[in-house]
């Protein structure tokens, strides 16, 4: 059953190319909700880590950001709680583009805050309504349609710029065990999942060790000085 799922998912599963995905936030600078979607195309984060992110939660100086909890909405309301298991509460290194949006964000949030005062709902959010309240996954899914037409991209879902950030770790040839790491997964269930990206690696893979060894078998076999 857990492969059937698993290969239902691999056929659904979509991703952006790095063209696509710069395109997608080139297109949506500006956009309230921009952060959100940098996030999940550069960190590979799920949407209830990138709706609980706190500002406390990021390290500029060492650049990396900590997943420690959770936002999400249920019938009854908003739950926040720890990450469901101890792989995903983890850190996560950042790009300097992904730095700069942050650092970006965090100058609105500051005008947000001096222009609504009081009224302003401070739960030290990264991503959050202009007031400073829990944003709802709907309103990320609405933006994120508008967005893609924008853009002029494929469209995909949400989730899929988790597998976006996945494809393109693979892509720059991150070790797989390290790729999962920055996604909160056992590297068993980072390759279950991806394992149909992987051909092509196992055949660069292959080129390069049979390049190396006929370079040493090329240098075993040079004459030697006596």
């Known amino acids: 059953m857990r492969s059937k799922v698993n290969a239902n998912e691999q056929k659904e599963m979509q991703f952006w190319s790095v063209e696509d995905f710069t395109k997608f936030l080139e ?50 309301g908003l739950v926040i709680q720890r990450p469901k298991t101890n792989y995903s509460i983890r850190s996560v290194k950042l790009f300097q583009a992904v730095l700069d949006d942050l650092q970006e964000r965090y100058e609105q949030v500051q005008a947000l805050k001096a222009e609504y005062g009081d009224a302003y709902e401070d739960n030290d959010l990264v991503c959050c309504y202009p007031t400073g309240g829990y944003i709802k996954p709907k309103r990320i899914t609405e933006g994120m349609v508008v967005l893609v037409r924008k853009a002029g991209v494929k469209k995909i879902r949400f989730h899929d ?63 030697t000085n006596v």
């Open 27 to 76: 297109s949506s600078k500006g956009h309230v909700h921009y952060i959100v979607f940098s996030l999940a195309i550069y960190t590979g984060m799920r949407r209830g880590e990138i709706l609980g992110l706190r500002w406390q939660d990021i390290d500029f100086d060492h650049r990396e950001l900590k997943v420690i909890q959770t936002a999400n909405w249920t019938r009854s």
């Open 161 to 223: 710029l988790r597998h976006t950030h996945a494809s393109f770790l693979l892509k720059i040839e991150i070790n797989p065990k390290v790729a999962a790491e920055r996604l909160g997964m056992t590297p068993a269930m980072f390759n279950e999942r991806y394992s149909h990206l992987l051909p092509t690696m196992q055949d660069e893979a292959v080129d390069r060790i049979e390049a190396e060894l006929k370079k040493h078998s090329e240098k075993s076999l040079e004459p």
